[in-house]
């Protein structure tokens, strides 16, 4: 298949018949949320996040970007630190695609307020040509011929040495 490109080294995927750019997880506000609960983490996440998303852009300037859940960290109501932080990225955003969708993850509780605030579409599933993008944390409600993008796991790889020790 040569209409998905995974963009360069970056967790993004640029979708050539949609002209889109698709990326997930963000989980903006975190270190804010940390930080209410005594846990002090250096505030790097969102110049991190947008910093990418600008060297993604420079690489494929897509007309629309589609994220696939779990924009901001909390389960709960949408905390300050959320609030102001989703409010910047989709204000960049919106500055840098023609259209910007996003679908709901399961952290996204309470985030209509802020995507009817910036008139983003909120989507439990968002079908476009010939792809179906779910966040993952709950089963697609239509499969049949559709390539299924999904986000919502946490890979990682820890690799150790003869001794045993993190490398």
């Known amino acids: 298949m040569t209409d998905i490109e995974i963009i360069q080294c970056y967790p993004a995927i640029y979708i050539k018949s949609l002209d889109a750019i698709v990326i997930a997880d ?42 696939n859940g779990d924009v901001k960290h909390e389960f709960s109501e949408t905390s300050y630190h959320e609030f102001k932080e989703v409010g910047e990225m989709f204000s960049f955003l919106k500055k840098n695609f023609n259209a910007v969708d996003v679908v709901k993850g399961n952290h996204d509780n309470f985030i209509i307020r802020i995507t009817k605030k910036f008139e983003i579409p ?25 390539f299924i993008i999904t986000a919502h796991e946490h890979p990682a790889i820890a690799i150790f040495d003869e001794v045993g020790v993190k490398e």
């Open 26 to 67: 963000l989980h903006l506000g975190y270190e804010g949320i940390m930080a209410e609960q005594g846990i002090y983490i250096p505030k790097i996440q969102f110049k991190r996040e947008k910093e990418t998303l600008e060297r993604i852009i420079e690489i494929k300037n897509a007309d629309r970007i589609i994220i």
């Open 122 to 146: 909120l989507h439990e599933e968002l079908e476009m040509g010939e792809y179906l993008f779910i966040h993952g944390h709950q089963l697609p409600t239509k499969t049949e011929d559709k």
